[in-house]
């Protein structure tokens, strides 16, 4: 009995510092409206990494071999950070991260699997797949990469509003991005930013960042990423940073209060020339964004890839190398690149011609998810699972505002009483040396022998 008592003394001590120790690279954090690794600013600079693409997703981090060679080609274009889509939330992956973290590479994590999101076919379908089987798969996500440290951010949904007419998908993405908050409050032991990929939707691209950051600070996105395909730089005229437009978007977002990144990016009609790369990485842009990932990695049936995959020999082509010429002409700004420290939270917009939203209250968790919060989702459904979109009980009736505020901090105490307000200071992690772990350990086993 008293070996038992001291080694679950020792265990309820050292386990939850353990648990967030798995890599060196240092965790991203939010600071206003942008990325920092430790007090350094943080840009994303990246490329969307799913070979087979969506139509055969497969988990890419499982195949070790494959992606030993690919992060060979990552070292060479110089970036930090790969997006992928989907991976099998039932299987183990310190493998392949330790593998992305020994190489520098952070992961920016889509939640959702083609088996397991939202199904936006109508207000209806996306009511009932909004249930407990798909927030179960979701928080198993979060659970099985929750301690890798190169874990840079997650998704809560891919361009699930994809056009002007389906909007009314955005009260359910942003109750998933509540709910994944709450999750990693609750559970995780730093905190984790959790935001959207949207569509840049010309009619409505605004009204979904204004969405998704108003309301409670525990129902805003901790960042807004949206896919942008708008600079295209043709071969005998390289556009502009005004030709794109861009000037105006930075106009748009200039007081925007959070991080937002290009979760997508490069266009290839007709002659691909990565010319947005030097804007991104400029400080023409870099008081507003942080950052962009290229799509995409592999050439699939749209041919967006910079690298050709046969026979599972990889052969970058005129895309890749001048993407890489692009990265290597980019610096980062110096300093923080005009970054704002502190914002307030934006105004929900109002309902118009194409943006069909006018409750401000989201849909209630599922009332099965909920033992999820303080008991953990379990293992993953895996690629293999039934699916998510009929399954389950689904949310019933609306959340009171605020309802999604965590019982406790991912240091493990419990959470503050906060008012909601945009400024509410967030929680952080609580970073312990793993010599404390040592002296901590020694103290509960001095303490328990003395005790016996």
């Given at each position: 009995m008293k070996s038992f008592t001291i080694a679950t003394a020792l265990g309820a001590v050292i386990a939850p510092v353990l648990a967030a120790s798995k890599g060196n690279l240092t965790p991203i954090q939010v600071k206003g409206n942008a990325f920092y690794k430790g007090d350094e600013r943080f840009y994303v600079r990246g490329v969307a990494y799913q070979p087979g693409g969506a139509a055969d997703a497969q988990d890419p981090l499982l195949d070790t071999e494959s992606l030993k060679r690919d992060i060979a080609n990552f070292k060479d274009l110089g970036i930090n950070t790969v997006r992928i889509y989907t991976i099998d939330n039932s299987k183990n992956h310190d493998e392949g991260m330790k593998m992305l973290d020994d190489a520098g590479i952070y992961l920016a994590l889509d939640a959702n699997s083609p088996k397991y999101s939202l199904n936006r076919e109508s207000k209806d379908t996306l009511q009932r797949s909004y249930n407990d089987v798909y927030l179960q798969s979701v928080f198993a996500t979060i659970d099985a990469f929750a301690d890798y440290n190169n874990l840079l951010a997650l998704f809560s949904g891919n361009e699930v509003i994809n056009d002007k007419n389906n909007s009314n998908a955005a009260p359910f993405i942003k109750a998933v991005t509540r709910d994944m908050k709450q999750y990693i409050s609750n559970?995780?032991?730093?905190?984790?930013?959790?935001?959207?990929?949207?569509?840049?939707?010309?009619?409505i691209i605004e009204q979904q960042a204004l969405y998704f950051d108003c309301g409670t600070d525990d129902e805003r996105a901790d960042f807004f990423a949206f896919n942008d395909y708008s600079w295209c730089d043709f071969e005998d005229k390289l556009q502009t940073f005004e030709g794109a437009g861009w000037n105006k978007k930075m106009e748009t977002y200039k007081n925007f209060p959070k991080p937002i990144f290009l979760s997508e990016h490069g266009c290839i009609e007709?002659?691909?020339?990565?010319?947005?790369?030097?804007?991104?990485?400029?400080?023409?842009?870099?008081?507003?964004y942080s950052g962009g990932l290229a799509y995409e990695y592999t050439v699939e049936p749209n041919n967006y890839g910079i690298v050709d995959l046969k026979d599972g020999k990889i052969t970058p082509n005129k895309d890749f190398k001048s993407l890489k010429a692009a990265y290597a002409k980019a610096s980062n700004p110096t300093g923080n690149g005009g970054a704002k420290t502190s914002g307030t939270a934006s105004k929900c917009p109002p309902k118009d011609k194409y943006w069909d939203v006018t409750e401000t209250l989201l849909p209630a968790i599922p009332t099965s998810a909920v033992k999820y919060m303080n008991s953990g989702a379990g293992t993953g459904p895996g690629l293999s699972g039934d699916g998510s979109h009929f399954a389950g009980k689904a949310s019933e009736g609306t959340a009171t505002a605020g309802s999604g505020q965590a019982t406790r901090t991912p240091n493990g105490s419990a959470a503050p009483s906060t008012s909601g307000g945009a400024d509410s200071a967030a929680p952080v992690a609580v970073e312990i040396p793993l010599r404390f772990v040592g002296m901590v350990g020694a103290s509960v086993l001095l303490g328990a022998a003395l005790m016996f």
């Open positions: 559970r995780a032991t730093r905190q984790i930013p959790v935001g959207y990929s949207a569509a840049d939707v010309a009619e007709p002659n691909r020339q990565w010319g947005e790369v030097s804007a991104i990485y400029s400080s023409k842009m870099s008081s507003v």
